[in-house]
T-cell receptor, first 114, second 111 residues
Framework: NAGVTQTPKFQVLKTGQSMTLQCAQDMNHNSMYWYRQDPGMGLRLIYYSASEGTTDKGEVPNGYNVSRLNKREFSLRLESAAPSQTSVYFC?????????????FGPGTRLTVL | SQQGEEDPQALSIQEGENATMNCSYK?????LQWYRQNSGRGLVHLIL?????REKHSGRLRVTLDTSKKSSSLLITASRAADTASYFCATDNTGGFKTIFGAGTRLFVKA
């Protein structure tokens, strides 16, 4: 099992450009999450999908959109990138949202917006 | 706003010593989780403690939870240089699906 995979690993954008970060999991998990991590800080929740077909805002959703394409895949889109969105983005999945089970994380995407 | 707040922000110890990290949170929780992050990598789950549990062990890890004080501690015994990493607490709030992470404690274990 590959676990949680993310593409790309690195990306440099210019202000105003758009891009989509891809995430896939092969553990048959119901719930998926997108976080961002800024230097020296913890993770902040951007969006999450408690189950296939649902998405909800987290702590910092502005400037982002998500799509739960199917049970395996959850993508994050930046429509018009801004320097404030320079960060490391992590995708995670868990078997059941709200249950006593842990999250599994991908390796992250390092995004720089110039 | 962040739910969990870790203390200390950074900790430097010698190999063989114990490391204790604390986490405080603000609202009612279903459970509290601890994760580890090596530099430049994703987070790895260490241990989960339910709201009705007070203490849990896993290998060299010991976690306590005091819901009356809304706090938890993670103890790593007999630390090793390979334990050098950042450690985060995370909470699942009661009635919700969000997991909120703290800012983390950076642990440095000197060989």
């Amino acid at each position: 099992n590959a676990g949680v995979t993310q593409t790309p690993k690195f990306q440099v954008l210019k202000t105003g450009q758009s891009m989509t970060l891809q995430c896939a999991q092969d553990m048959n998990h119901n719930s998926m999450y997108w976080y961002r991590q800024d230097p020296g800080m913890g993770l902040r929740l951007i969006y999450y999908s408690a189950s296939e077909g649902t998405t909800d805002k987290g702590e910092v959703p502005n400037g982002y959109n998500v799509s739960r394409l199917n049970k395996r895949e959850f993508s994050l889109r930046l429509e018009s990138a801004a320097p404030s969105q320079t960060s490391v983005y992590f995708c995670a999945s868990r078997r059941l949202a709200g249950g006593d089970n842990e999250q599994f994380f991908g390796p992250g995407t390092r995004l720089t917006v110039l | 706003s962040q739910q969990g707040e870790e203390d200390p922000q950074a900790l430097s110890i010698q190999e063989g010593e114990n490391a204790t990290m604390n986490c405080s949170y603000k609202t009612s929780i279903n459970n509290l989780q601890w994760y580890r992050q090596n530099s430049g990598r994703g987070l790895v789950h260490l241990i989960l403690i339910r709201s009705n549990e007070r203490e849990k062990h896993s290998g060299r890890l010991r976690v306590t939870l005091d819901t009356s004080k809304k706090s938890s501690s993670l103890l790593i015994t007999a630390s090793r240089a390979a334990d050098t990493a950042s450690y985060f607490c995370a909470t699942d709030n009661t009635g919700g699906f969000k997991t909120i992470f703290g800012a983390g404690t950076r642990l440095f274990v000197k060989a």
